[in-house]
């Protein structure tokens, strides 16, 4: 097998252990997604350095309306922020960028600020970057079904595949945690059902490049040796 064959097309993070990070230094919470938010800059621009196609990251799940109010609405005015000042590296990288989740139910200005990040970047051919948004695996399934409900078509795998958020985007190959969790907590669900696992034990806002090629090459040895059992 060679190189390039036993790279993960598209990866998938969960970045799991911000708020764990705050909390080690006494600092408020919001101060852990802060620092989230500088490692996701370095790994998405790593990742396209190192060949990776697609990378999906889970930065706010439709189970996070639960936290207390002030750490929603920090989360949602940093990653506004970072919508808006990210958008020229974005694009001067030729990273494509797309959302996943109910982006109707996100705050006015963040949505506008999603919008403009996925036209301007909409015929760029780099990594593909998304979003997950107000996203649940479970929500986006129902959305789909509400989907083949509406057109009236057969309800098979295939019908729920294209209706997904991003229809056009390839399965997960590798699914990282962060943080130690081994739960999936209603991430990519779907598309997910056949991705490697694997667990990193640092918080998100530790993990480095370096993580990122252990995660991968963890993924590698394990489609190597599913290749060797095939063929032997
Ligand atoms: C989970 O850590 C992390 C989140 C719920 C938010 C992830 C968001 C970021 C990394 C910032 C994203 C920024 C942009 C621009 C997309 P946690 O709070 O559940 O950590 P804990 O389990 O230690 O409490």
New binding site residues.
Partial sequence: MSENESLPKHIGII???????AEQRSLP?IM??RE??KT?RNILLFASDVGIKFLS?????TE?WKRPKDEVDG?MS??TQ??IDELRVMHQNNVRVRTAGRIHELPESLQIALERGVETTKNNSGIGFT?CINYGGRAEIVDAVKSILHDGVQPDENAISQRLYNPDLPEPDLLIRT?GEMRLSNFLLWQGAYAELVVSQK??PDFTKEDLLDAIQQYRLRIRKLGALANG
Wanted: charged share 10%.
């Fill in positions: 970045m799991d252990g911000n708020g764990r990070w919470r852990g997604h989230g938010y996701l990251v889970y930065a706010f799940s996070n989360l940093l990653i970072a919508a979003l943080a918080l998100w």
